[in-house]
């Protein structure tokens, strides 16, 4: 969105829901970390028997995504944005205190929650996918075909080799693929959600957009901040199990898990904002059928290069008798 935009909607009368719409449209993808930590808290606190109150300080970390970038649009214009700064700022922090103080019980069967998980990863997927279509067509297919090939080899690679199972996910998997469909959304949806914080901030903080590697890191650390959230919550409730081996380490989450997050995503994104820079592509902006193919033909060399920053990290965190090298072992006798 150029300045000129963005200042006039936030000139624009207080409390109009015009305003606030406009916003939120434009920034989808950016809010629904905001909407993401409130929905997951809420979650946590009404829907699980027994509530799990002491999961409710991972919303922390998604919020922390929004409020920067919140904070960086508001500050980095000629003149302070305060009603755009001063109202993030108050949902950010009002929301999940009145729902931590004041949410009821509302418990849901296990399977119904497995269910609510599938299905709404769809609805996700549909509304962001509808952001793009409407404001940049073309990333419609850089985040929901290139970006959806990458994840899903990711998502059935991991199950394969042994680190997890979504066996209780029954709903959209399709032999003979391991992973479900809706898992395998997944990645379209957080990767077009970090990456879009990415491109705002790299429109204001010009170090960041001269660094193809920061950028990517960027991404990278957006997307597992979510994922600080949303997996101690997915564990809770049985949508992926961790094989046995692996020691609970964040809210019942291996350390593994979080280690493969930063492997995988950054390669990717690595690639993308570099072929943005040969290609002379704006963050943001269209990505046309040459751009789609030469990142889609990057992806074996993205995953190769995930695979080995994986093995390089765990050799560091767990050396070569770990759990994780012992899944590979088996793995490898298996073959």
């Not at 000129?4 to 809010?31: I, K, M, Q």
């Not at 999940?96 to 949410?103: M, R």
């Not at 998997?173 to 990415?198: D, K, R």
Request: hydrophobic content about 60%; overall charge positive; aromatic content about 12%.
């Amino acid at each position: 969105m150029s300045q000129v935009t963005e200042n006039t909607l936030v000139a624009a009368a207080p409390g109009s829901f015009a305003l606030a719409r406009a916003e939120l449209w434009r920034h989808l993808p950016a809010w629904m970390f905001f909407i993401y930590a409130c929905l997951l808290l809420n979650t946590e606190l009404t829907n699980l028997d027994p509530p799990r109150k002491d999961l409710a300080p991972t919303v922390v970390f998604p919020l922390v995504v929004f409020v920067l970038l919140q904070t960086v649009r508001a500050t980095a214009a000629a003149r302070i944005q305060w009603r755009l700064l001063g109202v993030s700022l108050a949902l950010a922090f009002g929301l999940p205190l009145l729902t931590f103080g004041w949410h009821r019980p509302s418990p849901i069967a296990p399977s119904t929650m497995l269910a609510v998980y599938e299905w709404s990863n769809f609805a996700w997927a549909g509304l962001l996918l509808a952001h793009a279509l409407a404001h940049e067509r073309t990333h419609a297919l850089l985040f929901f075909a290139v970006a959806f090939v990458y994840g899903a080899l990711l998502e059935n690679g991991g199950i394969l080799l042994g680190f997890f199972h979504e066996s209780h996910l029954t709903r959209t998997i399709v032999p003979p693929l391991v992973a479900p469909v809706a898992t395998m959304i997944g990645w379209s949806v957080v990767l077009s959600m970090a990456t879009f914080v990415v491109w705002e901030l790299r429109a204001r903080l010009p170090w960041l957009r001269r660094s193809a590697a920061l950028s990517a890191l960027a991404v990278a650390l957006c997307a597992t901040l979510l994922d600080l959230q949303i997996d101690p919550l997915a564990t809770a409730t049985g949508c992926w199990v961790w094989h046995a081996s692996l020691p609970p380490w964040f809210y019942g989450v291996p350390r593994v898990n979080f280690i493969a997050w930063m492997c995988a995503l950054f390669p990717f994104s690595y690639v993308m904002f570099r072929l943005q820079d040969r290609l002379r592509i704006a963050d943001g902006g269209r990505w046309d059928r040459r751009a789609l193919v030469r990142l889609l033909a990057w992806v074996p060399g993205a995953l190769l290069l995930a695979a080995l920053a994986f093995i390089a990290t765990t050799l560091v965190f767990e050396g070569a008798n770990g759990p994780s090298w012992t899944i590979l072992n088996t793995f490898a006798a298996r073959l």
